[in-house]
């Protein structure tokens, strides 16, 4: 009699749930927002095992994650924007599989899914251009959104698109989650580089957790390695290692010389670096950082294609992004003789700082008065039930972040201005100043203040040496 009671009432308890699931999932259907609906072969989790670094090395991640073959649609009420059709290897469906690395930690995972055939899920209109298999599910994120959207007003060569989604894993509901493209070679929409010549590698802290990886001249030790986006570990050859390894030490050597400007592209150098410091990130070994060279041409640069990877951010207040100070590239391109970089970077923050910050919450104050925006708030109910957490609002979310920006301009511009001189005065060749007459950071004369004033010379916006001090233009 007591079994019977007991299995009636795990039946009932399964029934209700049952229910409540899908209560659940039709209002998440109808909350104006595209779902993602995604059903594996066999109802299979993608799983994966968690491990450590190795002695001397740095990071915790994952390995041995399952790729399960599976089906998915997106929709909209009642619109099915895309079918992805069954799983056929190559032919149509996907896989899906658990990524990251501390952030796979969570309970919430980031996912990466494998089309079988090329498409683009953003839907932008032009799939020939767009088109690819790669794409990211990551947990939604306002830093993150700030983060790309500084690096598109930055002029990075490539700024990962994203869709915020609902997402739901054999109808059961995952939670709030950015669809997003990889950070991948394609040229037409992402990384722009020659399919057979180009690279796109990443200076990893998680070396140790891939198969394939190199030593520079400068990272021979066991906390950073270079691992590969392009050519693709599984494809790349003994004969690719070789030639990339050799284009990397080739520019280390340069920072070392001061000969940097004949190996890599310093516009994006130093827009990477201001990025950073404008974010206030605090770390270190997982701030991606990306390196990619178009083809073999020697006239073609090293280039960073993009910022990625915000968790950090608004972590340093009132001091300078953690890569500013600690990144052995950037240390070498700060103390160089060579101003080229270091000029690069001042000149950009003279003249693009108030324009990025204006437009930087121009673009956050708007953001929460979208309809994309609405139907998330409402999601973000269901995400924390689903996730057992009480949390701010994503509107308050986003409010932080932009008073994290208005204090971040204050203490920047101060920052920039007391930079020391002694960066700048090589480029005079240890010339002293002794009258009135104004210099570039490079040396060159632009002329004699009148009266002393700088201002009366009518210069273009930068930054000047006078009396062997820096001088800012606005």
Same mark, same amino acid.
């Given at each position: 009699m007591k079994k019977s009671l007991c299995f009636f009432i795990m039946i009932l308890v399964a029934i209700t749930n049952a229910a409540q699931?899908?209560?659940?999932?039709?209002?998440? $259907?109808?909350?104006?927002? !595209?779902?993602?609906?995604?059903?594996?072969? $066999?109802?299979?989790?993608?799983?994966?095992?968690?491990?450590? $670094?190795?002695?001397?090395?740095?990071?915790?991640?994952?390995?041995?994650?399952?790729?399960?073959?599976?089906?998915?649609?997106?929709?909209?009420?009642?619109?099915?924007?895309?079918?992805?059709?069954?799983?056929?290897?190559?032919?149509?469906?996907?896989?899906?599989?658990?990524?990251?690395?501390?952030?796979?930690?969570?309970?919430?995972? !980031?996912?990466?899914?494998?089309?079988q055939k090329k498409h683009d899920l953003l839907r932008r209109g032009n799939d020939n251009i767009y088109k690819d298999k790669q794409w990211l599910l990551l947990p939604i994120n306002p830093c993150t959104m700030t983060g790309l959207k500084l690096n598109e007003l930055l002029g990075m060569p490539y700024t990962p698109k994203y869709q915020i989604v609902n997402v739901l894993i054999n109808d059961?509901?995952?939670?709030?989650?950015?669809?997003?493209?990889?950070?991948?070679? /394609?040229?037409?929409?992402?990384? /722009?580089?020659?399919?057979?010549?180009?690279?796109?590698?990443?200076?990893?802290?998680?070396?140790?957790?891939?198969?394939?990886?190199?030593?520079?001249?400068? $990272?021979?030790?066991?906390?950073y390695k270079y691992t590969f986006k392009h050519p693709d570990s599984d494809d790349v050859t003994n004969e690719q290692i070789v030639s990339i390894q050799k284009e990397l030490n080739k520019m280390e050597a340069s920072l070392q010389n001061g000969n940097y400007n004949d190996c890599i592209d310093v516009a994006t150098f130093a827009k990477w670096l201001l990025g950073h410091d404008i974010l206030g990130t605090q770390d270190m070994g997982g701030s991606n950082r990306f390196y990619a060279k178009y083809d073999k041409n020697a006239t073609?640069?090293?280039?960073?294609?993009?910022?990625?990877?915000?968790?950090?951010m608004a972590k340093t207040k009132d001091q300078w992004a953690m890569v500013h100070n600690n990144d052995e590239y950037y240390q070498l391109l700060i103390q160089s003789s060579q101003t080229d970089f270091i000029k690069m970077y001042t000149d950009l923050w003279v003249q693009q700082s108030?324009?990025?910050?204006?437009?930087?919450?121009?673009?956050?104050? /708007?953001?929460?008065?979208?309809?994309?925006?609405?139907?998330?708030?409402?999601?973000?109910?269901?995400?924390?039930?689903?996730? /057992?957490?009480?949390d701010c609002t994503l509107a308050e979310d986003v409010e932080t972040v932009r008073k994290w920006l208005k204090e971040r301009q204050i203490w920047m511009t101060s920052a920039m201005e007391n930079m020391q001189t002694s960066i700048y005065v090589v480029a005079l060749d240890k010339k002293q100043i002794t009258n009135d007459e104004v210099y570039t950071l490079?040396?060159?004369s632009v002329g004699v203040c009148k009266d002393g004033k700088i201002e009366n010379l009518q210069l273009p916006k930068g930054i000047y040496i006078l009396h062997n001090k820096k001088v800012v233009v606005k």
């Open positions: 699931t899908e209560d659940v999932n039709k209002t998440i $259907h109808g909350l104006s927002l !595209p779902v993602l609906n995604i059903w594996t072969i $066999h109802q299979e989790e993608p799983t994966c095992e968690y491990v450590t $670094h190795p002695q001397g090395s740095m990071g915790k991640s994952i390995t041995n994650a399952t790729k399960v073959p599976a089906s998915m649609s997106i929709t909209l009420g009642d619109d099915i924007l895309f079918d992805s059709g069954e799983y056929q290897q190559e032919i149509s469906g996907l896989t899906i599989k658990i990524r990251g690395n501390t952030s796979a930690y969570y309970d919430k995972k !980031p996912y990466k899914l494998s089309l059961n509901y995952r939670g709030l989650y950015m669809l997003m493209e990889s950070v991948k070679r /394609n040229s037409s929409c992402r990384v /722009n580089i020659d399919q057979s010549n180009g690279f796109l590698v990443e200076l990893d802290p998680y070396w140790w957790n891939e198969d394939i990886y190199f030593d520079t001249s400068m $990272h021979n030790d066991s906390k073609n640069k090293i280039f960073i294609p993009c910022m990625w990877d915000f968790d950090t108030d324009r990025i910050f204006q437009q930087m919450d121009s673009y956050l104050e /708007n953001l929460v008065t979208t309809d994309e925006w609405a139907a998330a708030e409402k999601s973000l109910f269901f995400d924390q039930e689903r996730w /057992n957490y009480t490079q040396g060159t």
